[in-house]
């Protein structure tokens, strides 16, 4: 486990950049964190970091959105408003969990059932007393 301190939203986008750089296909990212800690921020960085130019966006009514321009295929999940877990079988979740690209998944508590055997969980929380920027990012690999 590896703790981060980001002081801004430019230090949150750097560490989901750098971490982007770094992805190798296959990857799956979940990421928790409540409503405003900077999901997107971090999400936008890690695709900064797969060299996708695209403006990437929280697909909230689209559950995945779909970057491939970048270095690999990016699948960028948020199932936040799925209803049942069978929608993830409609949209093929297995052919992007398992493929040749990275997949980051937002409110992913919420299809546990459904994650590989193996992730890399990152959990953003706020800590106001640290500052109303402060985030402590806390990165996880999960081996089932």
């Known amino acids: 486990m590896k703790i981060y301190d980001s002081y801004s939203p430019e230090d949150t ?16 990212y979940t990421l928790i964190g409540d409503l405003g800690v ?4 971090f999400t936008q960085g890690l695709a900064t970091g797969l060299e996708i130019r695209e403006a990437v966006s929280s697909p909230t009514f689209t559950i995945v959105q779909v970057y491939d321009e970048g270095r ?4 960028h999940f948020d199932v936040y408003r799925i209803g049942d877990i069978e929608e993830m079988d409609e949209i ?5 969990f398992y493929g040749d690209g990275v997949c980051l998944i937002e409110w992913a508590n ?3 059932e459904i994650l590989p055997p193996s992730y890399v ?6 800590d106001l007393e640290k500052g109303f920027d402060y985030r402590k990012i806390v990165i996880e690999e999960k081996e089932g």
């Open 13 to 28: 986008f750097e560490l989901g950049r750098r971490i982007g750089a770094g992805c190798a296909p296959g990857q799956v």
């Open 38 to 41: 900077g999901k997107t921020v």
């Open 72 to 75: 690999m295929p990016f699948y």
């Open 92 to 96: 093929g979740y297995e052919d992007m």
């Open 110 to 112: 919420l299809i546990e």
């Open 121 to 126: 969980q990152i959990t953003i929380e706020k």
